[in-house]
């Protein structure tokens, strides 16, 4: 059997998938919403409210991957699939990373700044200039689309691992379903459980 990630791990992996997924659909939305009219204002910030949740969450799952070792590719796999299993994961987390951070800090280079889901409002930091509010808004939309074509590729290799290798490689981030009464084996340590 495969060593598996950490249920920490894999829950924050399988949340995290779900929320950018919603996070990107609803971005796309917003582009048919009219400037200037107070529904296009609501949904912004609740956009921008939900990017600093995942922005957080993302933080979180680095700090999770940092502090608990990720369980090593099989020996079968060929040296180059490794190398850009490692790399393809880099550029991820970064994307997760720069997506929420430019979206922030083009808030604050804006005179609305952030009304965090509709109740509190946080006043921009920064002053109101366009200039740096274009560079971090398109940051932030050249982070969105780094970050699909590369979930694209994570999801080709996926399904290349699944369909074609057989190796069963996708079992270490699947949710393990355990029978009703059955016990986890007891060399398990309470962190990889």
């Known amino acids: 059997m495969q060593a598996r990630y950490t249920g920490t791990a894999i829950t924050l992996h399988w949340l995290l998938a779900l929320l950018l997924l919603g996070q990107f659909v609803f971005g796309l939305m917003l582009e048919d919403i009219p400037r200037g009219t107070p529904a296009r204002g609501t949904f912004v910030n609740l956009h ?3 990017g600093i949740v995942i922005g957080v969450l993302v933080l979180l799952r680095i700090g999770w991957r940092l502090t608990h070792r990720p369980p090593p590719l099989p020996a079968t796999m060929p040296a180059w699939q490794r190398h850009a299993a490692r790399l393809s994961h880099v550029v991820l987390y970064l994307c997760m990373v720069a997506l929420p951070l430019s979206g922030y800090l083009a808030s604050n280079f804006s ?83």
Request: charged share 20%.
């Open 111 to 193: 005179r609305h700044g952030i009304k965090f889901f509709n109740l509190v409002h946080w006043l921009p930091w920064g002053p109101d200039d366009k200039t740096l509010y274009a560079l971090f808004n398109q940051a932030h939309h050249l982070a969105a689309l780094l970050l699909a074509v590369f979930v694209v590729l994570h999801l080709l290799a996926v399904a290349k691992h699944m369909l074609i290798d057989r190796g069963g490689l996708l079992s270490r981030m699947w949710p393990q379903r355990t029978t009703r009464g059955a016990r986890l084996p007891s060399d398990l340590s309470p962190e990889t459980r």
């Open 48 to 50: 921008k409210s939900s």
